[in-house]
T-cell receptor, first 112, second 116 residues
Framework: SQQGEEDPQALSIQEGENATMNCSYK?????LQWYRQNSGRGLVHLIL?????REKHSGRLRVTLDTSKKSSSLLITASRAADTASYFC????????????FGSGTRLQVQP | DARVTQTPRHKVTEMGQEVTMRCQPI?????VFWYRQTMMQGLELLAY????????DSGMPKDRFSAEMPDATLATLKIQPSEPRDSAVYFC??????????????FGPGTRLTVT
C-alpha cells in the first residue's frame, strides 16, 4: 500500500462548509505536504509542514501533523465551489531519498 | 511566472510504437521527477534526477522505459515499444529544496498518453 493514505476517498459538501481530509502514513518523515489537483491538470503545492511542527495555516487552509499517530489533516474553511479538486498528501522521508511519496487522494466536491 | 512545461499534451499511438515525452523544468531547479497517474494505481514515481544524474529509476519498467536529461533544460521519457497498459497521464515535476531540507515539487500539466 502507499505511504500516504487519504481518508475519505471522496467528500461532497455545500459551499461555505468546512472540509476535512485526513492522511495516514507508515514510516518516519522529514515533512509532509499537501497538493491539489484540478481535473485534467498537474498537481499544485499547497502547504508543507515539517516533522517538528504540529499545525500550520495558509489562508483558508489549516494543516495539522501528529507524528506519534503518523497522521495529518487538511482543513479547508468556508469552502467555495472553486475548491472542488482532488487533494493529495505527500511524504518526504528526508535524506537519501529526495522524492515524495503520494497518497491516493481525496476527491472533494463543493456544491454551490 | 516560471512553470514546468511538457510536450506533447496529448498523444495517441498504436501498440508497438515509440513514444517520447519531453519536459522543461523550471530554471534553477536541480531535481526532476517523472510520475505516472492512472485511476487504478494513482500517482507512481517512475524516475528522478538530481543535477541531471539519475538517482532512482526503480519505479520504471526498464525493459521498455528510459529516462534521460541530455541537458539542464530538457528531460525525456521514452517508451519503446509502447503497450496499451502504458496508457496514463505522465507528469514531470521539478524540485526545489526549501529550508531545513524540505522539498517542494512543481508539476507540469502532464502528457495524456493513449496506446491503442
Amino acid at each position: 500500500s502507499q505511504q500516504g493514505e487519504e481518508d475519505p476517498q471522496a467528500l461532497s459538501i455545500q459551499e461555505g462548509e468546512n472540509a476535512t481530509m485526513n492522511c495516514s502514513y507508515k514510516t518516519s518523515i522529514n515533512n509532509l505536504q499537501w497538493y491539489r489537483q484540478n481535473s485534467g491538470r498537474g498537481l499544485v503545492h499547497l502547504i508543507l509542514i515539517r516533522s517538528n511542527e504540529r499545525e500550520k495555516h495558509s489562508g483558508r487552509l489549516r494543516v495539522t501533523l501528529d507524528t506519534s499517530k503518523k497522521s495529518s489533516s487538511l482543513l479547508i474553511t468556508a469552502s467555495r465551489a472553486a475548491d472542488t479538486a482532488s487533494y493529495f498528501c505527500a511524504t518526504d522521508k528526508g535524506a537519501g531519498r529526495r522524492a515524495l511519496t503520494f497518497g491516493s487522494g481525496t476527491r472533494l466536491q463543493v456544491q454551490p | 511566472d516560471a512553470r514546468v512545461t511538457q510536450t506533447p499534451r496529448h498523444k495517441v499511438t498504436e501498440m508497438g510504437q515509440e513514444v517520447t515525452m519531453r519536459c522543461q523544468p523550471i530554471l534553477g531547479h536541480n531535481t526532476v521527477f517523472w510520475y505516472r497517474q492512472t485511476m487504478m494505481q494513482g500517482l507512481e514515481l517512475l524516475a528522478y534526477f538530481r543535477n541531471r544524474a539519475p538517482l532512482d529509476d526503480s519505479g520504471m519498467p526498464k525493459d521498455r522505459f528510459s529516462a534521460e536529461m541530455p541537458d539542464a533544460t530538457l528531460a525525456t521519457l521514452k517508451i519503446q515499444p509502447s503497450e496499451p497498459r502504458d496508457s496514463a497521464v505522465y507528469f514531470c515535476a521539478s524540485g526545489l529544496v526549501v529550508a531545513a531540507g524540505g522539498f517542494e515539487q512543481y508539476f507540469g500539466p502532464g502528457t495524456r498518453l493513449t496506446v491503442t
